[in-house]
């Protein structure tokens, strides 16, 4: 690494940053035992710094996991150079995990990213974040459906998310770009290629409104393993994630999935039993994995938009509340219950200073004690 590369890069980027994205480039080292590797050491630097017997000590790490590490942290370091370089050059973020612009619905998922490679405008933390996905030999039905499903997100400013594939997912991407909304396709290659290239111009236009966003460094072509990657990202970056047509082993089944997995909301869109293309949709509906999608307000119901993410009113006349004992975080959270009556955890998460793992934790103390109550809808109220 030159002089001269090193103080461009620590000139435009936080210190550490060479060393987080070096770290999940070394053979073997993802983004769960990556993120072990920080919780254990303290930071990315940290662990290209710690001596043999130190990396051995950490759970997990196995003699040829440590062989790896040792062995390629110098080459990862520069290729990690490079990649930061060229990252600035073609405006292009990199987003860490612990990076405020790291969606935040996507950071408490188990298996999230360690590094997000993003180039867009959009707040990948918007109060509202939809997914719509489907198949790519989507009918004149399932385009109809996804058309009037983003048309209905514009009076709520939502994000639309999806994958830039052929059919649904291309099609939510235009429909929301026809009507002014923001846009972020997940890509399962890096950013630099458009896959489809049929897709190219789509793209261009949604980093002016919306975005591209990858985990894959530059130089990853598509490949078929890293779809089912890419849809992880899909469903936990959204508040509910959309089918509109499916086969009967469509790929956005996996999505619909893992969001289910992730305790996130999932609808689907019914449709007619002669119909191949609905096959997947109904199927998730009969066993429960999702709920089914026929008009906008039930969207509105199921996430409490229509009530709970209105903006707050004027304090109620009501019993006074003493907060006397209570640690500022839990203050926080008791007084917008007061002033908002019952509120959805993103409200909550939005008006607080707490992260939404910080939220969570103080919620459930909360709850335990019998201070406050969890209704359906992920809405809380005060006992």
């Known amino acids: 690494m030159t002089q001269d590369s090193r103080h461009r890069i620590q000139d435009s980027n936080p210190s550490d940053l060479l060393f987080q994205v070096a770290l999940p480039i070394i053979p073997q080292v993802g983004g769960g035992t990556a993120r072990t590797l920080v919780k254990y050491f303290g930071s990315a630097e940290e662990v290209f710094t710690a001596l043999p017997e130190q990396l051995s000590a950490v759970p997990g790490i196995g003699k040829i996991l440590l062989k790896n590490i040792l062995e390629n942290k110098t080459a990862a370091l520069r290729e990690a150079e490079a990649t930061i370089l060229r990252a600035e050059a073609e405006q292009v973020q990199l987003l860490y995990f612990t990076n405020p612009a790291y969606p935040e619905r996507l950071r408490n998922v188990p298996d999230a990213p360690l590094l997000l490679y993003y180039k867009g405008t959009a707040d990948l933390n918007a109060l509202k974040v939809i997914s719509i996905v489907g198949t790519r030999q989507c009918t004149e039905y399932g385009r109809v459906v ?33 009507a002014g909304l923001p846009t972020v396709g997940v890509m399962a290659n890096s950013l630099e290629t458009v896959y489809p290239t049929a897709h190219q111009r789509d793209a261009e236009r ?20 890293r779809f089912p990657s890419r849809n992880r990202i899909i469903a936990g970056m959204a508040d509910c994630t959309i089918v509109v047509e499916s086969t009967s082993k469509g790929g956005s089944l996996i999505s619909a999935d893992i969001a289910h997995s992730y305790d996130r909301e999932v609808m689907a869109v019914p449709g007619p039993i002669t119909s191949e293309t609905s096959q997947g949709c109904n199927q998730l509906i009969k066993s429960l994995k999702a709920v089914p999608y026929t008009k906008p307000k039930d969207l509105e119901e199921l996430l409490n ?12 006349a009501a019993r006074n509340l003493d907060l006397t004992g ?58």
């Open 326 to 383: 209570f640690p500022e975080d839990e203050q926080q959270v008791l007084r917008i219950l007061h002033q908002a009556g019952p509120t959805h955890i993103d409200v909550l998460n939005r008006n607080t200073s707490l992260t939404l793992g910080q939220l969570s934790s103080v919620l459930f103390t909360l709850e335990m004690s019998g201070f406050i109550k969890a209704m359906p809808g992920k809405l809380y109220a005060l006992l």
């Open 146 to 178: 996804t058309e009037q499903i983003v048309q209905s997100l514009v009076q709520h400013e939502a994000l639309v998310v999806s994958g830039l594939a052929y059919g649904i997912d291309i099609l939510a991407h235009r429909a929301a770009l026809y």
């Open 305 to 316: 938009w229509d009530k709970a993410l209105a903006p707050f009113a004027a304090p109620k």
């Open 206 to 225: 949604m980093v002016q409104n919306g975005g591209i966003l990858s985990e894959f460094p530059f130089g990853t072509k598509p490949d078929a393993p």
